[in-house]
């Protein structure tokens, strides 16, 4: 069951009498949490909880979110399973679009991003998705994915729905662009590997396939992310000590890294 999170730098000891706090390295006064946003945007389990809310909700929000700032006028609205599936779901619910399947993951495939070259990452694209070509033959599809990192796995995705029947195929991202290394210790690719830094990213859509291609804002995920914990902060009955002065990690995404770089 559920108990309570362990705090940023908490030694816990846990038996079968009881869970005891044995020290918390503090942060200085005045200086914000820094946990990283993007946990909950793609590594995160979507039942895991973090300060206090699931993950998965968080993700629908984005899609929400995302559904204000970058609406398109589509027949349906689908997803790169599997953890952009509520982010899709909640772009749907918010457009007044069905949500369909297009689809189907392999799930014996691992991860590809985390390939070591841009070959394997490829092969491994191609194995890992097959079509419900019924579902979406001859309609206009949005795509919702979580994040692009450095394009590989989205462009394949794109040419197999045109050969497989869709009229038009527009992809939607429920994260910013992800423009600089993470040091914190999340393998993230070097910068120049990284879409988004690429001269291809000015013409994004037309490089990777795509009618369309929206990220949601920084704005948009940070208040997507914080929106549940400022009503709990803001509410008496239910605000939790352990959330402390709220903030997140968003260096991967602006540069702007919560402490200062030494080399």
Same mark, same amino acid.
């Given at each position: 069951?559920?108990?309570?999170?362990?705090?940023?730098?908490?030694?816990?000891?846990?038996?079968?009498?009881?869970?005891?706090?044995?020290?918390?390295?503090?942060?200085?006064?005045?200086?914000?949490?820094?946990?990283?946003?993007?946990?909950?945007?793609?590594?995160?389990?979507?039942?895991?909880?973090?300060?206090?809310?699931?993950?998965?909700?968080?993700?629908?929000?984005?899609?929400?979110?995302?559904?204000?700032?970058?609406?398109?006028?589509? &027949?349906?609205?689908?997803?790169?399973?599997?953890?952009?599936?509520?982010?899709?779901?909640?772009?749907? /619910?918010?457009?007044?679009?069905?949500?369909?399947?297009?689809?189907?993951?392999?799930?014996?495939?691992?991860?590809?991003?985390?390939?070591?070259?841009?070959?394997?990452? /490829?092969?491994?694209?191609?194995?890992?998705?097959?079509?419900?070509?019924?579902?979406?033959?001859?309609?206009?599809?949005?795509?919702?994915?979580?994040?692009?990192?450095?394009?590989?796995?989205?462009?394949?995705?794109?040419?197999?729905?045109?050969?497989?029947?869709?009229?038009?195929?527009?992809?939607?991202?429920?994260?910013?662009?992800?423009?600089?290394?993470?040091?914190?210790?999340?393998?993230?690719?070097?910068?120049? =590997?990284?879409?988004?830094?690429?001269?291809?990213?000015? &013409?994004?859509?037309?490089?990777?396939?795509?009618?369309?291609?929206?990220?949601?804002?920084? =704005?948009?995920?940070?208040?997507?992310? /914080?929106?549940?914990?400022?009503?709990? /902060?803001?509410?008496?009955?239910?605000?939790?000590?352990?959330?402390?002065?709220?903030?997140?990690?968003?260096?991967?995404?602006?540069?702007?890294?919560?402490?200062?770089?030494?080399?």
């Amino acid at each position: 069951r559920y108990y309570r999170e362990v705090l940023p730098g908490e030694i816990v000891k846990i038996s079968r009498h009881d869970v005891q706090t044995l020290d918390v390295v503090r942060r200085l006064e005045g200086d914000p949490s820094a946990f990283c946003i993007f946990e909950y945007v793609y590594f995160a389990r979507p039942d895991s909880i973090f300060e206090g809310q699931m993950v998965y909700s968080v993700r629908k929000r984005c899609g929400q979110q995302l559904a204000i700032e970058a609406p398109v006028e589509a &027949d349906l609205v689908s997803t790169v399973p599997e953890s952009a599936t509520p982010a899709a779901l909640g772009y749907a /619910q918010k457009c007044g679009l069905p949500y369909v399947e297009v689809l189907c993951k392999n799930r014996y495939v691992g991860r590809t991003f985390i390939q070591p070259n841009m070959r394997l990452r /490829q092969l491994g694209v191609a194995k890992k998705f097959g079509v419900l070509s019924d579902n979406f033959k001859g309609k206009r599809v949005v795509i919702i994915d979580d994040s692009i990192v450095r394009g590989n796995t989205i462009s394949p995705i794109i040419k197999l729905l045109r050969e497989s029947g869709a009229k038009e195929v527009h992809i939607r991202v429920a994260s910013p662009p992800i423009r600089f290394p993470c040091y914190m210790g999340i393998n993230i690719p070097t910068k120049e =590997e990284l879409i988004a830094n690429r001269p291809e990213f000015h &013409d994004l859509a037309n490089y990777i396939g795509a009618d369309s291609v929206v990220y949601l804002s920084v =704005e948009g995920l940070v208040s997507s992310v /914080q929106e549940s914990i400022k009503a709990r /902060q803001d509410n008496p009955k239910t605000h939790k000590s352990f959330i402390g002065k709220l903030g997140h990690c968003t260096a991967c995404l602006t540069g702007d890294y919560p402490v200062e770089l030494e080399w």
